[in-house]
């Protein structure tokens, strides 16, 4: 199978949706939802790209940047394709599209247990950062000391 690359779009969302829950390794969250998802890709045009082969969805990459630093989630081939440079192939579109804005460094996160992904990872030449610690919470009302 031959797999075309063309733009992410709103319209991919449910059938992107689906396919990453069935990608080992790709960590799905709150964000992850139709809407959250067509926000992220208004807020960032062009940057991310899905794979379609035989009338589905194959792969993924979604890149977006917050002016200074890209960042690049989901990648996700499927497995009866990896090997064939069609990861590699999304990431590159990704990476020269946050070129293009200007963005000058990236960063992605990759499951601490997701071998595969960080030797992928690895072998595109993407070095692990072990001087910092992430973090995060929900983005609801803080609850007060009493």
Do not use: Q
Request: proline letters at 4%; charged letters at 25%; glycine letters at 12%.
């Amino acid at each position: 199978m031959t797999a075309r690359i063309e733009p992410f779009s709103a319209a991919h969302g449910r059938a992107a949706l689906a396919f990453w829950k069935t990608c080992r390794g790709v960590g799905l969250g709150a964000g992850d939802t139709p809407s959250e998802l067509a926000a992220f890709l208004r807020r960032n045009p062009g940057m991310s790209f899905v794979a379609m082969g035989d009338g589905r969805i194959v792969g993924t990459i979604l890149g977006g940047h917050d002016g200074r630093r890209g960042t690049l989630y989901h990648l996700a081939v499927d497995p009866a394709l990896r090997r064939r440079e069609l990861g590699r192939r999304l990431v590159d579109r990704s990476l020269r599209a946050l070129r293009a804005a200007g963005i000058k460094r990236c960063y992605l996160f990759v499951l601490r247990d997701n071998d595969g992904g960080l030797a992928f990872w690895r072998r595109l030449g993407w070095k692990e950062r072990t001087d910092l610690v992430t973090m995060s919470r929900p983005m609801t009302e803080p609850k007060r000391a009493t």
